[in-house]
């Protein structure tokens, strides 16, 4: 069953159920599709250009870990996130179970985090990238989850293309 039609638990704050709830059903477009693409088809890229699923579920996971860093840790440094960035849409050519794993790890640390944060807390804002501009915690965790769905939405049409092109 889909994460948003799964009962809710009633011991989180509302705002915190909803982050929670986005991420899972971020994780579970992504992990649903991915599970089903064949090994041949995590790195192929349909034209130059045009990022892999691989290179994509990549980008992914070290987007959301920048991102949860600079929601969750006062410490983050700009400078060093913004360096791994420039990392993330080299394919590492790994395989799809290590994607899916390193996928759910990310996502699990997160809302970890999430679930440790005081309510009061996702209301204060922390400060992103070089030019440290102040965003609410709570809208951060939100964009993690838009963005996580966003590249879902083109893992699935990436799979879509390949099954066509692959047909037997």
Do not use: N
Request: proline share 8%.
């Amino acid at each position: 069953m889909e994460p948003w039609l799964q009962p809710e638990d009633e011991l989180a704050a509302p705002q915190m159920r909803d982050l929670h709830t986005s991420l899972q059903q971020a994780l579970y477009w992504a992990r649903q599709h991915l599970e089903v693409t064949p090994e041949e088809a995590l790195w192929w890229e349909p034209a130059p250009g045009v990022p892999s699923i691989g290179a994509r579920i990549q980008h992914l996971i070290r987007s959301s870990q920048r991102l949860a860093a600079y929601a969750f840790d006062p410490a983050a440094d700009p400078e060093q996130l913004a360096a791994h960035a420039a990392q993330d849409w080299l394919p590492s050519r790994c395989s799809k179970q290590e994607l899916l794993q390193e996928l759910e790890a990310t996502f699990r640390q997160i809302q970890e985090q999430l679930r440790r944060a005081e309510p009061e807390a996702l209301q204060q804002p922390c400060f992103v990238g070089r030019k440290r501009l102040p965003v609410r915690r709570s809208t951060l965790v939100h964009h993690i989850a838009e963005h996580a769905s966003y590249h879902a939405g083109q893992l699935i049409v990436l799979l879509r293309l390949w099954q066509a092109q692959h047909r037997t």
